[in-house]
């Protein structure tokens, strides 16, 4: 397994962008920004509520929360890895803020809260990263009060564009041995990465026990022209901490130096030329 990604914190402010350049850098940001606003508007919160941020990572939602509401209502960052608690804190003391703040290291399939804490629970991103989305989202409908609201942003990473899409057959030896592996590994069921869509995200909260579900899909397409170290970074940087590679994946399939000569055809292939990449997102709502 790559050693690029030490952990949680590292990974999201470094490795996740090191592939970009500034400009595409800037557009993820403002991408992201625009993904904060999303799920805060449609969680309609008010002032005196409990709301937490499961996963909150770097923090986008809950400090989304902050700049918003301030002390109005109590905002608990929640993440499993401590490093990213970490990191949460840093920036509040940095920013002076220490009132109606809470910090909770948990895992969402296990929630150290008592039932029918929280008025709002968020996340952003996480989904990808839980193997079991049932039990994560019975672990939120206890949590939150009768009348609660859980909002998400969640990439469909099952529906995203393929290598083989980007490429004709012939521009690769051996096209369709890596089409069939590359299928194989996109839609394994035991990948938490792509082992969900938007109808089972839908029945697994109904299922939960939410009775107001809404999954909205959108899909995003960008244009660009990467470059052979671009190109090269889509293959060998970890998707997330303790995540296989791309390359990695296909090593479970050929041996390396196959691997590394489809890699390099692969950038013969697409370099400086204008692909088109798309991939699905969805923006959840679910009542208590």
Request: charged fraction near 30%; proline fraction near 3%; include cysteine.
């Amino acid at each position: 397994m790559t050693g690029v990604c030490k952990n949680w914190s590292t990974w999201l402010k470094k490795t996740r962008f090191s592939y970009m350049t500034q400009e595409q850098v800037q557009q993820t940001i403002n991408w992201l920004n625009s993904i904060k606003d999303a799920v805060i508007n449609i969680a309609d919160i008010k002032d005196g509520q409990k709301i937490a941020d499961f996963g909150c990572g770097s923090g986008l939602l809950g400090f989304g929360v902050l700049e918003k509401f301030e002390d109005r209502v109590e905002i608990i960052f929640s993440d499993k890895f401590e490093d990213c608690l970490d990191e949460c804190k840093k920036i509040l003391n940095e920013l002076k803020i220490k009132s109606n703040v809470k910090f909770l290291q948990s895992d969402i399939t296990k929630i150290n809260l008592k039932k029918e804490y929280l008025d709002t629970a968020m996340t952003r991103s996480v989904l990808v990263h839980v193997p079991d989305k049932q039990k994560a989202f019975s672990e939120l409908f206890r949590i939150l009060k009768k009348g609660g609201c859980y909002c998400a942003f969640e990439p469909i990473i099952s529906q995203n564009t393929r290598y083989y899409e980007l490429l004709a057959p012939d521009s690769v030896s051996d096209y369709f041995e890596f089409k069939k592996a590359e299928k194989e590994f996109m839609e394994n069921p035991l990948d938490p990465l792509v082992n969900f869509s938007a109808q089972s995200l839908d029945d697994n909260l109904y299922e939960a026990g939410f009775y107001d579900v809404t999954v909205n899909i959108n899909k995003v397409t960008s244009k660009y022209s990467p470059n052979k170290d671009a190109i090269k970074n889509w293959f060998t940087l970890p998707p997330a901490p303790g995540q296989k590679t791309v390359k990695e994946r296909f090593l479970d399939y050929f041996e390396e130096k196959k691997v590394d000569n489809f890699i390099a055809e692969v950038q013969n292939a697409l370099s400086d030329k204008e692909v088109t990449i798309s991939s699905d997102t969805a923006l959840i709502k679910a009542i208590k």
